[in-house]
């Protein structure tokens, strides 16, 4: 089986990017499953159920997301439409939305795909490392291809989830900081890993955002709107190899292409 995860998807840039290279990069890769975190679909801040829908239709399986999921107040009821649309699986009992969701692919295979937050400079929820092994031993007993969002600010913290999944599931994928990071690898119990995929938007930015606005908080520590740049998009993903029936990758490859 091979997989498709695509970094975070930034604003409009994003969006029209990773619809416009997909059908590429599907047929090239021979790609199975494609996931691609969303949480700043929305004009970088969030995304909307009519996003949802959106990006599905370019022919994503599953959306993941982090902590920018909440930004837009609204879909906080709208969260439990769509089970392929994740939120970290670590929020505390009673909040809406899934963690995990199992998918049939073309070939009949199942895989699982699990959405976890880190805590480190983040919110303090539940323990990802427990919350995430609980959740794995279910998702295994249908399944031995799991990939796992880690979204998470600090690379301490992502490093260590990985070595703590490595041999119980397919990837740990970080994400969150908007830059990839250059240390894909297969750990030694079989597991894919990198730091962060990156992200999918505009290029000419500061993590998606207009130069001049972020620069300027840095300067004064004044309150700035902050606004999505536009212009030549960057494409930031990995696609990784699994063992259907062992569940243990064998390759992981970055992929970093600019649109148009």
């Excluded at 994003?14 to 059908?23: A, D, N």
């Excluded at 041999?167 to 894909?184: F, L, P, R, W």
Aim: charged residues 20%; proline residues 3%; glycine residues 10%.
């Amino acid at each position: 089986m091979k997989v498709l995860f695509i970094g975070d998807i930034v604003g409009k840039v994003g969006r029209m990017t990773t619809k416009s290279l997909i059908p590429a990069i599907v047929d090239r890769y021979k790609i199975d499953l494609v996931i691609a975190n969303g949480e700043n679909a929305a004009g970088g801040f969030g995304i909307t159920d009519k996003l949802v829908s959106e990006i599905l239709g370019y022919g994503i399986h599953v959306i993941t997301t982090g902590n920018h999921v909440w930004d837009k107040k609204e879909f906080i009821a709208q969260i439990s439409k769509e089970n392929r649309l994740l939120r970290p699986l670590n929020y505390p009992p009673g909040v809406p939305g899934y963690g995990s969701v199992i998918l049939t692919i073309s070939n009949g295979e199942k895989a699982g795909v699990m959405n976890v937050s880190g805590r480190v400079f983040m919110s303090n929820i539940d323990c990802p490392f427990r919350t995430a092994k609980e959740e794995v031993e279910k998702l295994r007993s249908i399944t031995k291809t799991i990939v796992i969002d880690f979204h998470a600010e600090a690379t301490s913290e992502k490093m260590a989830f990985g070595y703590f999944m490595d041999g119980k599931v397919s990837a740990v994928i970080g994400t969150h900081t908007h830059v990839q990071t250059a240390d894909e690898k297969i750990l030694h119990g079989g597991t894919a890993y990198i730091t962060d995929v990156g992200m999918t938007g505009p290029d000419n930015s500061i993590i998606g955002i207009e130069k001049e606005q972020v620069i300027q908080r840095f300067l004064t520590n004044m309150p700035v709107r902050f606004e999505t740049a536009r212009g030549e998009g960057i494409f930031s993903a990995v696609v990784v190899e699994i063992d259907e029936k062992t569940g243990n990758a064998s390759a992981i490859q970055r992929l970093q292409l600019r649109y148009p």
